[in-house]
């Protein structure tokens, strides 16, 4: 597969400008619906096929591969068979935690978040959630998902007023998804991590793939690097459940199978470019980042 053309001029100038210094770029990703199919079961979320094989080849050519997730770090580390990919950062919950080499920061959950916990059972009994109505429990916010219902828009309709009020009662704020609400405390985005993690790497060009409506802060991101001097491009794992993430990407692939077929594409390209350059200018030199510090704590602050 040839690298597809984005469908914007801003993000095929980011798309070059990732290719001209891929040893400064940062390519970061979402997970669920994006690297990995979306399941009934979040807990059975693997990664699609091909998609750690494509990471860990960018990541033997660029600066720096992320995976930014509201899922905890660590569950997307095992649930993908993450561990592996050389020099991988994982941002989990929004960018609250971060794992890499092993090694996981997390801050402690807020308290409106032990409240919603407590309360969250009791309110779908009182709703009436219909049956396959599911919590999931991510340590540092909620999800209320009704995928596994018999009527799932529906039984996000009954809940969405009702967990609103809860989220207002415990200070917390309720981001919709994929036929799922999440409670997570306030200033929590992909957006913030990205450019946090951008800035933190000496980023000169970002690339972010999402699927969902919590990656549109993301592609916000983007758009604001832009702005600010930094090529980069918003790729959207399409869904037909969330179109306006589509419409605000600047280059759509087809769900998870597209994202690892684009990713191993841009791997070719990149590792076509490292050739050329090797053969022009003699032996090339290593494209990974100089090593860092280690931080003490989570590096991406809300």
Do not use: N
């Not at 957006?191 to 060009?205: K, M, P």
């Not at 991101?221 to 980069?232: H, M, N, Q, S, T």
């Not at 087809?254 to 050329?276: I, K, N, Q």
């Amino acid at each position: 597969m040839s690298l597809p053309i984005a469908r914007t001029a801003d993000g095929q100038s980011g798309l070059a400008a990732l290719a001209a210094d891929p040893a400064r770029a940062l390519i970061a990703t979402d997970y669920d619906g994006t690297l990995a199919p979306i399941v009934g079961d979040p807990a059975k979320a693997v990664a699609a096929p091909g998609a750690v094989a494509a990471l860990s080849r960018l990541a033997a050519l660029v600066g720096t591969v992320a995976i930014i997730t509201g899922r905890p770090a660590a569950d997307a580390v095992a649930l993908g068979g993450l561990a592996g990919v050389p020099g991988l950062i994982v941002l989990g919950h929004y960018g609250a935690q971060r794992w890499q080499a092993g090694v996981l920061s997390a801050p402690p959950a807020p308290a409106g978040v032990q409240a919603a916990r407590e309360a969250l059972p009791g309110l779908l009994a009182a709703v009436a959630a219909p049956e396959g109505t599911m919590i999931e429990d991510k340590g540092t916010a909620l999800a209320v998902h009704t995928r596994r219902t018999a009527d799932p828009a529906a039984a996000l309709a009954l809940l969405w007023e009702p967990i609103g009020r809860l989220a207002d009662r415990a200070a917390l704020t309720v981001e919709p998804g994929r036929l799922v609400l999440e409670l997570r405390p306030p200033g929590m985005d992909k957006g913030a991590a990205l450019r946090g993690l951008a800035a933190e790497r000496g980023a000169s060009a970002v690339l972010f793939s999402g699927d969902d409506l919590g990656d549109l802060t993301a592609f916000a991101a983007i758009r604001r690097l832009r702005a600010d001097g930094v090529p980069g491009c918003a790729v959207a794992s399409a869904s037909a459940e969330t179109p306006q993430v589509a419409e605000a990407a600047d280059l759509v692939v087809d769900g998870p199978p597209g994202l690892v077929r684009f990713l191993s594409a841009l791997a070719d390209s990149l590792l076509g470019v490292t050739a050329s350059v090797t053969a022009g200018r003699g032996p090339a030199r290593s494209s990974r980042r100089p090593a860092r510090p280690r931080r003490r704590a989570c590096s991406v602050r809300r």
